[in-house]
């Protein structure tokens, strides 16, 4: 199945590949996100769903969710736009299938009970059309009763976190991000300075990563318009399991008629 672009005359989705930078850095520092995650979805769908369900990790990053949804015995597909990401991914899931492939533009040969999207990979749309783009190709890839899980960073998140700088220095790599936030225009940057030694010598890589947020009412008309119904949104930081997640991050749960 294919989900075509909802409008016509767009030119062909340029595949999202800014993580392909930093994919070994962020497999060592930022994948165990996943972990925290998973908690939140089992109480939201999880537990909704049969023994050995077709599940989509879509913006899967190094796939530790994907491992995770694969050891608890669900038939776990991960797609990211990430070459290197995926490559990586393959070696920390190598039971589950992974296929490079944007989420504005996904063709996939099956369908699924449930697709989840975690840490904030879908603040990295940067348009509403765009976004609406993405909820209707999970529209087409899910089974008739299937549900779509996935957080957003909101504006509060951004506001109390994105700001200054954090690194982290280790025997062959350091890592400086510089964080910032622009509120007219509802946008976070990501300024990423890394150095990797390969060989005697070092390396410089610097490259932007760039996010958008969208206001609770907006994502839910988007959600609506692209078909779907039995809209939820929890808050991260909400008791509803153990633990919590950031300030400032929403869970969205929505389900195909």
Not at 32 to 50: E, W
Not at 147 to 157: I, K, Q, R, S, V
Request: proline residues 4%; aromatic residues 12%; contains cysteine.
């Amino acid at each position: 199945m294919h989900c075509h672009s909802l409008f016509e005359g767009d030119p062909e989705v340029t595949r999202y590949d800014a993580y392909d930078p930093f994919a070994r850095i962020y497999n060592q520092h930022w994948g165990f996100f996943a972990t925290k995650a998973y908690p939140i979805l089992d109480h939201l769908v999880l537990r909704n769903l049969t023994p050995g369900s077709a599940v989509l990790d879509l913006c899967c990053g190094t796939g530790q969710l994907a491992a995770e949804l694969s050891r608890l015995g669900y038939r776990t597909t991960g797609l990211d736009g990430s070459e290197q990401m995926i490559e990586i991914a393959r070696q920390n899931a190598p039971d589950v299938e992974f296929v490079v492939q944007d989420a504005r533009n996904i063709a996939l040969p099956h369908r699924f009970s449930a697709v989840f999207s975690t840490f904030d990979s879908l603040n990295h749309v940067m348009s509403l059309v765009e976004l609406e783009q993405v909820f209707q190709c999970v529209f087409t890839v899910l089974e008739d009763g299937g549900y779509f899980a996935f957080d957003l960073n909101m504006e509060e998140g951004y506001r109390s976190r994105w700001r200054g700088s954090f690194g982290y220095v280790e025997e062959d790599h350091v890592c400086v991000v510089r964080s910032s936030h622009d509120a007219d225009e509802k946008t976070g940057r990501l300024d990423v300075t890394l150095f990797e030694l390969k060989g005697s010598g070092w390396t410089r890589t610097d490259f932007p990563l760039t996010q958008r947020w969208y206001d609770e009412g907006e994502i839910r008309e988007r959600l609506r318009k692209a078909g779907f119904e039995e809209l939820r949104s929890v808050d991260g930081n909400e008791p509803i399991v153990e633990g919590s997640l950031h300030e400032g991050r929403m869970f969205f749960v929505a389900r195909k008629p």
